[in-house]
């Protein structure tokens, strides 16, 4: 693993508000040479430190009106079950995130459908119809009051 100094760790803190800032801008924050930083960079990428630079669509411009958090609960807890809800949950668009978890539930889901009917859809395909599935539970959100994917640096 990779040990961050505090130029690596600046430079996260920089990303992770805006990571369209370009190399000499980030250099100038920074206060390394804009070569430093690109090498910084490389290898923060190579190290799987940054996960991924991506873009983050707004639901609403994207025809999502719901999300829901859904609590999963499997009839057996076996690797092979696991393993196989693991696949069919990276495979549904509808599912922005899934959690395998400790405690009274198997799984959390995070679910982006375009309204309840599709919603409705969702949930008979992936998980009404799953033989493995003992119970799930489904919280409508009402207001996004705060969400991020940065971590504490």
């Known amino acids: 693993m990779l040990i961050l100094d505090e130029y690596d760790k600046s430079l996260l803190r920089l990303l992770q508000q805006n990571n369209r800032l370009t190399?000499?801008?980030?250099?100038e924050k920074v206060n390394l040479s804009q070569s430093a930083i690109q090498r910084r960079l490389v290898k923060l990428r190579e190290e799987k430190v940054i996960e991924a630079d991506i873009s983050i669509i707004s639901p609403k411009a994207a025809g999502i009106g719901i999300t829901c958090v859904v609590d999963v609960v499997l009839h057996e807890g076996n690797s092979k079950a696991i393993d196989q809800f693991k696949k069919a949950m990276i495979k549904c668009p509808e599912v922005s995130q899934c959690y395998y978890v400790t405690g009274t539930y198997d799984f959390v889901l995070i679910v982006n459908t375009k309204d309840m009917s599709h919603f409705e859809e969702f949930q008979k395909k992936q998980l009404m119809d799953n033989p493995n599935l003992k119970h799930f539970y489904t919280h409508v959100v009402m207001d996004k009051?705060?969400?991020?994917?940065?971590?504490s640096i």
């Open 145 to 151: 009051v705060k969400q991020g994917f940065g971590v």
């Open 23 to 27: 190399t000499e801008q980030l250099a």
